[in-house]
Each structure stands twice: as C-alpha cells, then as structure tokens.
C-alpha cells in the first residue's frame, strides 16, 4: 500500500526527512566551500610560481623521512585499537587489526567525512566477531574520546608556552586565544564528566540539565577507562607518539622545500590546525588546512605563501599514500565475499 499524502507529511515522516535534508545540504555546502578555498589558493599565479620553484630546488629525501613518521603514526593507531578491543574483552589478532584499520584509513582519506573510515572498520569488525557487536564501537568511540583528550592538553600546553611566539602576529595571537579558550572549555568539559563519573552522579542531574544525553554517553565511556585504568593509560601513552609522528610527518615534508620551520614551531601550530581541519566545513578538511598552514607558516616562520601551501599538500599526499593498502584489503574482502 502507497503512502497518502497526508502521510508524506506526517509529523513523523517531516522527522525522519528533515535531517536527511540538512545533511545533503551540508555536503553540497562543503563542496562549495572546498573548490571555493581551492580555487581562492591556486588562482593567484605568484602564489603557483612560488610553488614551481619551491618544488625545483626541493630536496625529495625528506619524504622518505615523513613517510617513514607517518607510518609510524599508524603503527601508533593500531596499537591503541588493539589495547582497547582486548580492553573490551574482545581478542582480535594484530594483522587482522591492521587490515581493518587500514580498510578505514582508506575510507577516511579517499572518502568525503573524517568519521567513515571508523563506521567501515566498525561494521566489518561487527561482522568478524558477532559475538560482541558494542566492543568495536566502544573501542573507537575511547580511541576518539583519548586522543582528543591529549590534543587538547598539547593545543593548550603550546598555546601558553608559546604565547609570545604566536603573538608575533596580531591575527595569529588573537586566533590561539580563542582556540586556547576554546580548548580550556572542552578540557574542562572532559574533566567535569570524568568527575561525575567516577563520583556516580551522572544519574542525579535534572532530566533538562544541558548537554546531559552528551554527558551520559562520555560518562559510558569515562566508566570503561575507570574500570580498566591500566590499559586506558598506555593509550593515552600511546597517543602522545602517535601525535608527535603525525606532527613529524608535516615538519620532514616542510624540510623537503624549507629551513624555515623547526621541529617545535611545526609540533606548536599542528594542534591548531588538526582541530580545525577536522571540523565539517570542508571535505575531509580540504582547503581549510592548506589555508591555515600557509598563512600560519608565513606569519610565524616566514615560509613564502606558495611554499607554505605545497608543505600542507604533500603531508595530506603522505598520509593519502598510506591510506591506499587499505583499499588493497578492502578490494581482498570484496573478493572473498564473492568467492564464498
């Protein structure tokens, strides 16, 4: 039976279209804005000219470097995943934690969205072990929850003990203010939930209290840390490297076209722009990043804008190089699944 117009517009059927709505809306408005960043960064033929020559004199060598860092970034990342599968009490061999991790990273580069490579990962995880379909959930969602964690306690340790380096620019220092208030707010936010967590009150608050469903979900989370205290540590442990790798990735691709940037100066504006990047305003942070670099590294370390701009891309071509064994993975599962 067809559904009657009335019913098309039911109040529950309104529910169910609206955010489907605004969702299509928000990736069209993210294709605008990427091409439009895109074409504003490329259009400008002096900044195209600094880029031609940046990439004529660079020394290629350094990508050896950044490659390396950036595996060891994932390797980082797969080991996290594994501590809290096994912390979730499901048993997963390393290699097979490798593939899907790598189907994800594959996802996460190649797809629009910096969240479908975890949902893919997930899925295939529910469908390994059925068993236990929440502990892949659960794994990524504190996977998540710790690293923005440390990054938050990095931005915020960068952002104060480098006030006055960031203040070489006006706009720059008003900017890290911001983001420094911004990341007091959310650590503070952390830290509030873990307390009611680990003091049993998150049943108390009023059923109308702000961002209490929020809280409720961290606090599942904060309650898992609790009970498994040793292995959420090491992942927090583990994250710091993982991060710092990330980082280096960026700094030895900078090396490549540069001696303007220091290792510090690099670790001290990747928190900033990981952050922001990673917000949904453009795809996949596309555009946004390659902005945020260029004009940080040009205001702070005096990179010219082309070459700040190159850097930025080829750490984004970095980890796009990494992303494709995954695909190779994903490409094995396909053809199992047609075998069988």
């Not at 067809?2 to 993210?30: A, F, I, N, W, Y």
């Not at 003990?161 to 203010?177: D, H, I, L, P, Q």
């Amino acid at each position: 039976m067809s559904p009657t117009p009335d019913d098309k517009l039911s109040p529950e059927t309104l529910r169910r279209e609206v955010p489907k709505l605004g969702q299509h809306l928000l990736s069209v408005l993210q294709v605008l804005i990427t091409v439009g960043l895109l074409w504003w960064l490329f259009h400008d033929p002096e900044r195209r000219q600094a880029m031609g020559d940046a990439l004529q004199k660079a020394d290629w060598r350094w990508m050896i470097a950044a490659l390396a860092a950036a595996g060891l970034c994932e390797f980082f990342g797969i080991l996290r995943w594994q501590l809290f599968l096994r912390m979730l009490h499901l048993r997963v061999r390393f290699w097979e934690v490798t593939k899907l991790f790598f189907i994800g990273a594959f996802f996460n580069q190649f797809l629009p969205g910096t969240t479908g490579g975890d949902v893919v990962r997930v899925i295939y995880l529910m469908k390994d072990h059925p068993e236990n379909k929440t502990a892949g959930f659960l794994s990524v969602a504190i996977d998540r929850l710790l690293a923005v964690l440390v990054l938050v306690a990095m931005g915020l340790g960068f952002a104060w003990t480098r006030s006055e380096w960031f203040a070489r620019s006006f706009a720059v220092g008003n900017t890290m203010k911001i983001f420094a208030i911004v990341l007091f707010v959310v650590g503070l936010g952390l830290v509030a939930s873990f307390f009611l967590t680990s003091r049993h009150l998150i049943g108390r608050l009023p059923a109308r209290f702000p961002l209490r469903e929020q809280i409720v979900k961290l606090s599942t989370l904060w309650q898992l840390c609790i009970e498994n205290r040793t292995e959420a540590l090491l992942g927090a442990i583990y994250t710091v490297p993982m991060l710092i790798s990330y980082f280096a990735a960026f700094y030895f691709a900078a090396l490549a076209f540069t001696e303007k940037v220091s290792f510090l100066d690099m670790t001290s504006i990747m928190p900033l722009v990981t952050a922001i990047s990673s917000l949904p305003i453009s795809l996949n942070g596309i555009g946004v990043r390659e902005a945020l670099f260029e004009r940080l590294l040009w205001e702070l370390c005096g990179v010219p804008q082309g070459t700040g701009l190159l850097i930025s891309i080829t750490g984004m071509f970095i980890y796009m190089a990494w992303g494709l064994p995954g695909g190779l993975f994903y490409i094995e599962r396909i053809r199992r699944r047609y075998e069988k």
